[in-house]
């Protein structure tokens, strides 16, 4: 499953070092490119995060993964590129947008992810 997939969640868990988070994983494989295909990658993102809040809204989640239950839910995305200027300004806005429903957000490169953990 990935980003182009946008009316399914990709990747459920409650990880190990963050045991109070119950994580819903993005998992985005595509090159950014230039502004028109920037655009059209940051389209498919907003999708696919729009899935995941609705998922997460409607009681979905906690049906279908009772070990959600009591966690905060945290969508991350884990980027196989580094995200452009346009990119980093909309990953901002949404975070700020889902922080103040309850929803963590972040993004993560593929590399920085294998170093975390």
Known sequence: MSITETKVVDIIAVPEWEPDNVVLVITDHLEWG?????GE????????????????????????????????????ING????????????????????GVGIGMEFVLKDDFAVRH
Not at 34 to 38: G, L
Request: proline share 7%.
């Open 41 to 76: 990658h940051l389209l498919l993102l907003q999708e696919k995060i729009n899935t995941y809040i609705a998922f997460i809204e409607s009681g979905e989640l906690l049906e279908s993964y009772p070990p959600a239950k009591g966690k905060n839910p945290k969508i991350r």
């Open 80 to 99: 196989l590129y580094e995200l452009p200027e346009q990119g980093e300004t909309f990953i901002d806005r949404v975070t700020e947008v889902l922080k």
């Open 34 to 38: 230039d502004k028109a295909q920037q």
